[in-house]
């Protein structure tokens, strides 16, 4: 599976604010300068995603972009169905059983996206963070 390059900047503007220690909104530009991103390009992303419920705006001299929910919560399906719409399979099977390759092919299609989204579903963002220092280390 290849995501596109805006599926890519929305995942990384999205980690770039799960990292964030504070909850003060983060402005498109330093979130585009973290991630090597457009900004002219990432503005429109970020909209999408506030339109989907995965980020808030705040306008004004210390606006920006925060997540709405917390990052075990929001998975790599949200954020893509996001930005490129609900993931579905192929048309669907004919009604008759005159083309009884088609219905089977159309069926593992289904099969095979009902299984990408599940997965997908499954992987939230918390997993894709690097994981804390160890403070247990001998020193």
Known sequence: MKLSRTVDYAVRA???LARQSEQAPV?????????QMPERFLL???RNLVTHGIL???RGVEGGYTLVRPIDE?????IIE???GPMESSPEAPADDE????RRLADAIRDVTQTARSQLAAIKLSQLMEPPPDRNEDG
């Open 14 to 16: 999205t980690l770039e």
């Open 27 to 35: 402005p498109c530009s330093q979130l585009a300068a973290a991630g």
């Open 82 to 84: 996001a930005i490129e």
């Open 74 to 78: 929001i998975s790599l399906l949200d």
């Open 56 to 58: 808030r705006s705040t």
């Open 44 to 46: 429109q992303i970020l």
């Open 99 to 102: 083309d009884a390759e088609y």
